[in-house]
């Protein structure tokens, strides 16, 4: 096990239910039914993956989540941000424009930026040092 506690949230009852099927001999981990951009889980965590999700917030919810962001992560967590770059219908903003938001949320640096015609993906911290040089490898 590479954690010691793990919060996975979705918003439909159905994918938090086949997890937690798959997931039944980890008792590390918990599952919860959440909108994120109602109720961003309160605490401070090492790493937050946002994958598939900004485009399907209604504007004022993708704000909040932002907004929440540099408190979750804290001086040293990090945030792992993937998502589609193509038009799809029930998109409310394109993965770029959901990147160059996240990029934008003051504190939080771009460590690491990956992009290809059919996604991008970042990393993201308030520390903006390299593992490498906050671990003291290099």
Known sequence: ERVD???AVDVAPTAVERARVRLA???????EVRDV??????????L?????????LDDAAFDRVLAALPGSL??????VACHWRHPEGDFRRAGDE?????????????L?????????????????R???TRTGLR
């Open 48 to 56: 937050v993956v946002m994958s598939e999700i900004g485009y399907y």
């Open 98 to 110: 959901v990147h160059a938001r996240l990029a934008a949320v003051p504190g939080l640096h771009t």
């Open 25 to 31: 001999d980890a008792p590390h981990v918990r599952l």
């Open 5 to 7: 506690e793990l919060l």
């Open 74 to 79: 804290g001086a040293t967590g990090t945030l």
């Open 130 to 132: 390299s593992v490498a």
């Open 37 to 46: 951009g109602d109720d961003w889980p309160a605490g401070t965590f090492d």
């Open 112 to 128: 690491m930026r990956h992009e290809e015609d059919d996604f991008l993906l970042e990393v993201l911290s308030a520390d903006p």
